[in-house]
């Protein structure tokens, strides 16, 4: 009884090992280098045991994992918060369910399958009930760009193949070794991978990005989560965005990039508010991009997320809706049959509608022209595409601006929700990959943080900052980047890579079946 006891005790203590490894490998921590070692304690917990253990003692990681790293739902909604990481923890326990029958296996066909499982759930959870893509394993890496840089083709799910292939390459030697099988080809495929990645990686950064050089301009606000809807506040939320931009035109950027949701009303419809919208963009002389809901319809009222560009003479050049909404916080799926969440809900859940255009801005840009005649201008065109809120968490969105002209990506955004918390910088993470998929910046306005501009090798090369903060504090920041016209095999093809992990994954498992 005893024994049984402590070797219970044991796997526990494993899958709570892995739990940590992981959890340490992102923000605020960002010992990312533990990642790569994060599943071997999981991958002995689970091996030998029956399948039901086996799901249970990773279901027990990915409870703890999540616990950890989206414990900042919490500021919003506790029951919410309980239900997301009971939600997430399952795809860990479905990796430990299905890897017990691969484990029983030898061979190094485990150094194939292991990853393209992980990779395989993780594009599940990323499209399944609207999708989650958080907290992915590759976004542990966002601070080691040389291993990022294959997102190019692979997207963020070559990166974790590669950290899960490490992982379980590691994980046989030790168990070849114990079971005195001396070899080192396990190791050998995995480290051979991680150089050609790694080299490929050192030869991407290396590359010299050309194209239109661009000054834009971010203005952080900093309003509190309880003022943003306060009527009692919207002169003063007007008036702070309105300084803070006068404050930024002096440094003449070519754009200025108000946050999500940064116009404290209906612009379209309230006359007092677009008006001054307009004026400000009129007196800056440079093209606004504001975050304001929008309301349409007169028979039928809708309700949009929504992101106006401004021209220099203050006059509107289109909008955009936000076509990926927030489930439970934006809309509520299902409504019929789920109307009475509302009554429950801590905060008020939206009423919004999914926007249905991939809107691709254009607003004109002046340069002097070299030589003696001071008085020509040369103008060009700028193209540009807005990712309101979370939707930068959508790989696919990102790459349908890509692929409809866009040359900048924006993400607008309102993390207040969340207080000084871990998710600004979880949530940037994603931007990084969006910037290294399609070879474009990413410039990210935030309500509180963080604000930042990152370019096509997912460097963060300026951020707003005061004081050493870049969270909740009230800023402006003006950076040139270059906006070039690259475009990669990822923009081109998408997820390629995770299909064919998810085909590899069904054929193996048909395998593993027929000869049983």
């Given at each position: 009884m005893?024994?049984?006891?402590?070797?219970?005790?044991?796997?526990?203590?494993?899958?709570?090992?892995s739990?940590?490894?992981?959890?340490?490998?992102?923000?605020?921590f960002?010992?990312?280098?533990?990642?790569w070692?994060?599943?071997?304690?999981?991958?002995?917990?689970i091996?030998?045991?029956?399948?039901?253990?086996a799901?249970?003692?990773?279901?027990?990681?990915?409870?703890?994992f999540?616990?950890?790293?989206?414990?900042?739902?919490?500021?919003?909604?506790?029951?919410?918060?309980?239900?997301?990481?009971?939600y997430?923890?399952?795809?860990?326990g479905?990796?430990?369910?299905?890897?017990?029958?691969?484990?029983?296996?030898?061979?190094?066909?485990?150094?194939?399958?292991?990853p393209?499982?992980?990779?395989?759930?993780?594009?599940?959870?990323?499209?399944?009930?609207?999708?989650?893509?958080?907290a992915?394993?590759?976004?542990?890496?966002?601070?080691?760009l040389?291993?990022?840089q294959?997102?190019?083709?692979?997207?963020?799910?070559?990166?974790?193949?590669l950290?899960?292939?490490?992982?379980?390459?590691?994980f046989?030697?030790?168990r070849?070794?114990?079971?005195?099988?001396?070899g080192?080809?396990?190791i050998?495929?995995?480290?051979i991978?991680?150089?050609l990645?790694?080299?490929?990686?050192?030869?991407?950064?290396n590359?010299?990005?050309?194209?239109?050089?661009?000054r834009?301009a971010?203005?952080?606000?900093?309003?509190?989560?309880?003022?943003?809807?306060?009527?009692?506040?919207?002169?003063?939320?007007?008036?702070?965005?309105a300084?803070?931009?006068?404050?930024?035109?002096?440094?003449?950027?070519?754009?200025?990039?108000?946050?999500?949701?940064?116009?404290?009303?209906?612009?379209?419809?309230?006359?007092?508010l677009l008006?001054?919208?307009?004026?400000?963009?009129?007196?800056s002389?440079?093209?606004?991009?504001?975050?304001?809901?929008?309301?349409?319809?007169?028979?039928?009222?809708?309700?949009?997320?929504?992101?106006?560009?401004?021209d220099k003479?203050?006059?509107?050049?289109?909008?955009?809706?936000?076509?990926?909404?927030?489930?439970?916080?934006?809309?509520?799926?299902?409504?019929?049959?789920?109307?009475?969440?509302?009554?429950?809900?801590?905060?008020?859940?939206?009423?919004?509608?999914?926007g249905?255009?991939?809107?691709?801005?254009?607003?004109?840009?002046?340069?002097k022209?070299?030589?003696?005649?001071?008085?020509?201008?040369?103008?060009?065109?700028?193209?540009?595409?807005?990712?309101?809120?979370?939707?930068?968490?959508?790989?696919?969105?990102?790459?349908?601006f890509?692929?409809?002209?866009?040359?900048l990506?924006?993400n607008?955004?309102?993390?207040?929700?969340f207080?000084?918390?871990?998710?600004?910088?979880?949530?940037?993470?994603?931007?990084?990959?969006?910037?290294?998929?399609?070879?474009?910046n990413?410039?990210?306005?935030?309500?509180?943080?963080?604000?930042?501009?990152?370019?096509?090798?997912?460097r963060?090369?300026a951020?707003?900052e005061?004081?050493?903060?870049?969270?909740?504090?009230?800023?402006?920041?003006?950076?040139?980047?270059?906006?070039?016209?690259?475009?990669?095999?990822?923009?081109?093809?998408?997820?390629?890579?995770?299909?064919?992990?998810v085909?590899?994954?069904?054929?193996?498992?048909?395998?593993?079946?027929k000869?049983?």
């Amino acid at each position: 009884m005893k024994d049984r006891r402590s070797y219970f005790v044991s796997r526990i203590s494993l899958t709570v090992l892995s739990a940590v490894l992981l959890v340490l490998s992102f923000p605020n921590f960002n010992l990312y280098i533990l990642a790569w070692i994060g599943l071997i304690p999981l991958l002995f917990a689970i091996q030998n045991e029956r399948p039901a253990r086996a799901f249970w003692l990773s279901y027990l990681t990915g409870v703890l994992f999540f616990s950890f790293t989206i414990y900042w739902l919490i500021h919003v909604t506790l029951p919410g918060m309980i239900i997301m990481v009971l939600y997430l923890a399952l795809y860990f326990g479905l990796f430990g369910l299905i890897s017990n029958y691969g484990l029983r296996v030898t061979g190094y066909g485990l150094l194939f399958f292991l990853p393209a499982l992980w990779v395989s759930l993780e594009f599940l959870r990323s499209h399944f009930l609207s999708g989650f893509g958080w907290a992915l394993l590759s976004h542990s890496q966002t601070s080691a760009l040389p291993v990022i840089q294959i997102a190019d083709h692979t997207g963020a799910y070559g990166v974790t193949f590669l950290i899960v292939m490490v992982n379980a390459a590691i994980f046989l030697t030790i168990r070849n070794f114990r079971n005195k099988v001396y070899g080192i080809i396990p190791i050998a495929i995995a480290f051979i991978a991680l150089f050609l990645s790694l080299a490929y990686g050192a030869y991407r950064l290396n590359n010299i990005f050309t194209g239109e050089k661009l000054r834009v301009a971010i203005v952080q606000g900093n309003i509190p989560q309880e003022e943003k809807w306060d009527y009692d506040f919207r002169a003063y939320i007007s008036d702070k965005y309105a300084a803070l931009t006068k404050e930024v035109s002096l440094q003449a950027p070519d754009l200025i990039i108000w946050p999500e949701t940064s116009v404290p009303g209906y612009l379209e419809t309230d006359i007092e508010l677009l008006n001054r919208i307009e004026r400000v963009a009129k007196e800056s002389k440079i093209p606004l991009l504001v975050g304001a809901p929008r309301e349409e319809g007169i028979s039928e009222e809708k309700y949009y997320n929504s992101a106006f560009l401004f021209d220099k003479d203050g006059q509107i050049l289109g909008h955009y809706d936000k076509l990926h909404l927030v489930p439970f916080g934006e809309y509520v799926p299902f409504k019929s049959a789920l109307a009475f969440v509302e009554k429950f809900a801590p905060l008020p859940i939206g009423d919004f509608s999914e926007g249905r255009d991939y809107t691709v801005f254009k607003f004109l840009i002046e340069r002097k022209a070299a030589g003696k005649d001071v008085n020509l201008r040369l103008k060009k065109f700028i193209k540009l595409s807005c990712l309101i809120c979370f939707e930068d968490i959508f790989p696919n969105l990102a790459r349908g601006f890509v692929k409809r002209g866009a040359q900048l990506l924006v993400n607008i955004t309102n993390d207040a929700w969340f207080k000084d918390s871990s998710a600004a910088y979880q949530h940037a993470q994603s931007s990084i990959y969006r910037a290294v998929e399609n070879r474009t910046n990413v410039v990210r306005a935030a309500n509180t943080g963080l604000s930042c501009f990152i370019d096509q090798k997912g460097r963060v090369s300026a951020s707003v900052e005061k004081g050493g903060k870049n969270l909740f504090v009230e800023g402006v920041k003006t950076h040139e980047i270059t906006v070039s016209a690259t475009r990669t095999f990822y923009s081109k093809y998408g997820d390629i890579f995770a299909y064919l992990c998810v085909i590899f994954i069904f054929t193996y498992l048909v395998g593993l079946i027929k000869t049983r």
